[in-house]
């Protein structure tokens, strides 16, 4: 097997980890966050799970602090993001259930519907 192809079994080191720039997701490039980038107060002390140090990218799929690029979760493997560098597919997992953003659109339309409501009854009010 060719060392390039992604496969479950590639480790990267943190010196090979500098070269992958990018991630792959649903046939999408993404540019890789490095340490430090993502909070600046990280940046002062190298990564505790890689030891990468600020302006560095992360030990690609092996540290537990590395952001996806693509929602910023704040561990890479939390969100529904699989990257074909990695050994994944690359194709994103559907989320089940409700997400952060289903809530925010209802609580969003719930406000609507009260500001509606409440605009309704001052007319009614003003033509009694």
């Known amino acids: 097997m060719d060392s390039r192809e992604p496969n479950s079994e590639r480790r990267y080191t943190l010196a090979e980890s500098q070269a992958l720039l990018h ?13 430090g980038d993502d909070n600046p107060r990280w940046g002062e002390i190298p ?7 600020k302006g560095q990218l992360h030990t690609a799929g092996d540290c537990q602090y590395e952001h996806c690029p693509v929602c910023r979760a704040s561990q ?6 699989t990257f074909v ?3 994944d597919d690359g194709l994103d997992t559907p989320v089940s259930g409700r997400t ?10 719930v ?9 309704t ?8």
């Open 23 to 35: 991630y792959t997701s649903s046939g999408t490039r993404y540019c890789r966050i490095a340490y």
């Open 47 to 53: 990564c505790r799970g890689c030891g990468a140090t």
């Open 76 to 81: 890479l493997g939390t969100c529904p993001h």
């Open 85 to 87: 560098e990695l050994g």
């Open 100 to 109: 952060t953003g289903d809530y925010v659109l209802t609580a969003v339309l």
């Open 111 to 119: 406000g609507i519907i009260l500001l509606c409501v409440a605009a």
């Open 121 to 128: 009854i001052l007319a009614a009010l003003r033509l009694l």
